[in-house]
């Protein structure tokens, strides 16, 4: 009796961890099927490509046109809605990476092959860069911004509003406090200064909530998502 008793409290805290650990698809920058591509770029990149393996290159080319043909119908999450266009403009020239690989691996072009493999791990690593953020920290306060913006505006909820502008204010702590990888170190100066801006922004939208006033809270929450917007534009 006592065991079945501990199993059963064992599998309702599991439940209970399950559920408070699930990740919103809609708020989580991810696209299964560009992140199921690594699989095939890797050997491509890494081995492959290399090795100056052409029948290697050439053999990879039906999972090449399987992937490529799975990221074209891919969905991108709610978070992601502002950066469809650059994501449509990549699926473009994706495909047609795919068609120059495909035509070189026909004629096993050693050449050609490389080429359009060369071509084909860079383009996919600017869709990964398309995707994530770079750095987690700004992923991390785009998660809380997302929600605010797109779901708690609409119909107003001031408790939630208020909620996520205090998460928001935390968040900033990091992200105000991260460094720049080395590769996108020219564009510090830059950075630094969008980010001050958007910092100042979420204290003024965490003050107006004070107020009450629907309407100026969501001008202060419009400008936190336009500073927000300043800050990813550095990157791209």
């Known amino acids: 009796m006592k065991k079945t008793l501990a199993l059963a409290s064992l599998a309702l805290l599991l439940a209970g961890t399950a559920r408070s650990t699930t990740v919103d698809p ?7 099927a560009l992140s199921s591509f690594h699989e095939v770029v890797y050997p491509l990149w890494h081995d492959a490509w290399p090795k100056k393996d052409v029948d290697a290159l050439v053999a990879l080319g039906p999972k090449i046109d399987a992937g490529v043909a799975a990221i074209a119908k891919a969905e991108l999450p709610g978070i992601l809605r502002d950066k469809k266009p650059t994501w ?10 795919a068609v120059e690989y495909g035509t070189a691996a026909g004629k096993k072009d050693g050449p050609a092959l490389l080429a359009a ?13 398309i995707v994530r953020p770079a750095l987690k920290e700004l992923d991390a306060f785009h998660g809380t911004l997302y929600v605010l913006y797109h779901k708690q505006l609409d119909p107003f909820a001031l408790d939630a509003v208020s909620k996520s502008l205090a998460t928001l204010k935390e968040k900033m702590g990091p992200l105000s406090a991260a460094a720049l990888p080395d590769r996108l170190k020219a564009k ?7 980010r001050v801006q958007l910092a100042a922004a979420v204290d003024a939208a965490v003050a107006s909530v004070g107020g009450k006033d629907e309407k100026a809270i969501r001008a202060a929450v419009e400008v936190v998502h336009t500073r927000y917007q300043d800050v990813e534009k550095v990157f791209n």
């Not at 449509?88 to 990476?97: S, Y």
């Open 26 to 32: 809609e708020t989580e920058a991810r696209v299964p």
């Open 88 to 97: 449509d403009a990549a699926v473009v020239r994706l495909k047609a990476i």
């Open 117 to 129: 493999a060369e071509s084909l791990h860079a383009h996919y690593e600017k869709m990964v860069r």
């Open 188 to 194: 510090q100066g830059a950075f630094d200064s969008a």
